[in-house]
């Protein structure tokens, strides 16, 4: 807080607790289940027309899912956004498997946080209804009310940032708590991050046609963009040394972080795949480790034509062919802010597993980049160290490196 | 570690550059309120704008051509707290720089025209251009490729906290050796939206004056533009502390909260303390806050000459704290009734005499954060 505690450096982060949401499942479990078997989540859209959209899927979670895993209900639970029961639902279940985990800081990713509320509230202006509720729509719209409410949910207090780095959020906020750790300022950190589904970013993509008609195919040489998903992930940081003093349960440990800007232009990455690459390094630096030592990466991989290109040449440089490679968005759709939260969270379950996540509806990748795709079936390896990217717009590219702890 | 503010950059209703606005603050002017209309012709409210003026050393750049409101106020400034920190002798390697930026309400003005035409006409009628310049951090990316940031980069959203919970995170990354330098920007723009939304929430009132500290809040006045600073190893003025803040609960909550953080952050010792009071229920608060952490605190509010800025307070604040603790000089409090319930000191414009400042802002949106300043 003040200067005169200087940092310890190079301090290890243990991540002691997860919690998940997203289409692939309600918990850890599931979501583990979902990436055995390779399983499409991704269905046509449920909660706004896309009838003039061209793509008409995404990763949705079901009311009935929501409803049950945040447990909010009821009068109380008007005030609360989608996203909020998302963060709910996966907060609570990091909190069971680490009760008295209490964190110093909060570090959260989003793009959107509460839209919805701000579409209805424009939505009832223009077509001059009731606007009873507005002040209630309004107060909750800003995008960091939904993580500030899910705190208080579940009895957390303390300081809270909250990153808007586009695609890159959820990635963003699990490096800048872990770094928040390795400097010394912090023991604690809770981050992760949320996005729900929303008609405005809906549309959005699907204006600049980054959204696909058809399968979302990433690393493919027929892919045709993006389906939009949804979902949270949480993520319960701890400095290495508290964590094993009170025995906490170690499910694997953020070794690195990386993170670079792309400045060739707001929509689309420079195709030389210059600031991914910048991003991985860095992260390979910060873990003291070469790209020799990753077992896996769990790529952006969106399936738009330029993202891929620029990444797979990216990867391509740095780890050749002889590291596995899958974008899990194929199956879930792409979470936006929430992704990287959930994609760390994805790492972490491979590793525990030793399982490769797979890259569905994958069946020729590009030909001038030679990489080793995960294709289709999820497959047995052993994972020591992973790798997980999320790019966005505004250029900005985030990688983090995940470790097994018992590898450590 | 010590880190200093070494440049400084603002746009603001009462025009640009730190010397023009602080001579119009001292001279006790406030901005003048405009119409910020609805093109679907609903009635109009009122708000503080930037002028055009302003904005005559903005930078040329292909990015800016389409770019929002927001995003040019936030280049705008940021070069300029460039500029001035080089002129100071500062010098800036953009290679060893990293861009922190404060938002709020975001580019609420394309953001609104994107949504209406899929309300009106269906998503066949979305634009493909204004969607991107709705993302929160398409401010920051279009003044990192202005710059040549090719780092970090940072957007942090917030309500009227953020900006200095921006500089708590810039703090924290220039624990990083690779870091020299860290540009910190909050940008907010006007739009008849946000207005009419912040009327529903019960927060505006129709016309200034914005009455700080008043006995029953009577309500604020939306404003317009940035602020940069930036944060160096060496400069004018030493950022003794920055406190990553908190959240309230309830209206009730923040008064404890906020007298927590100050004192967490030293405030028993300063001269001063600078607030956003701007008219609302957050006004009570820090009085309350103040009152018991900093009781002999000269307080300052820039909100009735130049409104509540949002997403850009907390950067007014600071350039307001550090331009004083170097000119030793205080801008009069404007509008604080004699008969409110709380009395801060309000001497009349003109030197006086401080060594520390102490920034705090109470959010309308349950954040509060603090940053300390003194001089070097």
Redesign the interface.
Known sequence: ???SA??VKNRRVAVVAAGVLSPLGAGLGPTLESLRVGRDCVTPVTRF?????RCQTAGQIGDSILLEASGIEGPRGARWDRSGRMVVAALREAQRQDPGFQPQ?TVFG??S?GMTFG?Q???A??AEQT?RR??RW??N?????PI?DA??ACGI??????????CASGT?AIG?AA??IR?G?YDRVLTGGYDALS??VF???????AATPDKCRPFDRERNGMVLGEGAAVLALEEMNSARQRGAHLLGEIAGYG?????HH??QPDPSGV?PR?AMVEALASAGIGADAVDYVNAHGTATTFNDAAEGIALAELFGDRVPVSSTKGMMGHSLGAAGAIEAVICLLAMQENLLPPNIHFQRGDEAVALTIVANEARSAELNTTLSNSF?????NASVVLRKTSHA | ???YLAGMGWITPLGSGVAEVWERLLRGEEALAEDVVDP?GRPPYRAFRVPAAALKDLPVHA?LRRASAISRFAAAAGTAALRDAREKGVEIDVARMA?VFA??NGGVSY??R???D???S???A???LL????????P???L??LL????????????GAVGL?AL??AE?LM??EALDYCLVVGAEETDW?LS???T???LLRSQPPIEPFACSPHGTILSEGAGAVVVARRGFVRI????????Y?NRRQLGDVAETILR???ASSADRVVTNANGTFVDAAEAFAISRAAPKAHVYTAAPALGEGVGASGLWQTIIAAHGLVTRSVPPLLHAPAGGSFHPANPAAGEWPHRQTVVMGCGL???V?AVSLALS
């Open positions: 807080m003040t200067f200087l940092p027309p896309v009838d003039h959209c800081l989003t793009t946080g579409e509230y424009y939505r202006l223009r606007l507005a002040p309004i107060a719209y800003p995008p960091q009310k500030i705190l208080e207090s303390g300081p809270c940032q909250v990153i808007a780095n586009a963003n800048r770094a928040c400097s300022r008609e405005l549309v959005g993509f699907d204006s600049l046609q993170i670079s800007t792309d400045n707001l929509t600031g910048r966005g717009f505004g250029g900005t | 570690m010590s880190l679907s990015r861009l938002i709020s953001t609104r994107f949504y209406h899929i309300v009106a269906g998503a066949g979305a634009s493909p969607f991107p310049e709705t993302v929160f951090n398409a920051a990316s279009h990192a490729a040549g940031i090719t780092g970090a980069t940072y957007t942090l959203v917030g309500d919970s708590n995170m924290e624990t990083d939206l009419d939304a912040y529903k929430w019960r003794t502390a920055t406190h990553p803040g908190g959240s609960k967490e952050i030293g949106n349950q954040q954060a």
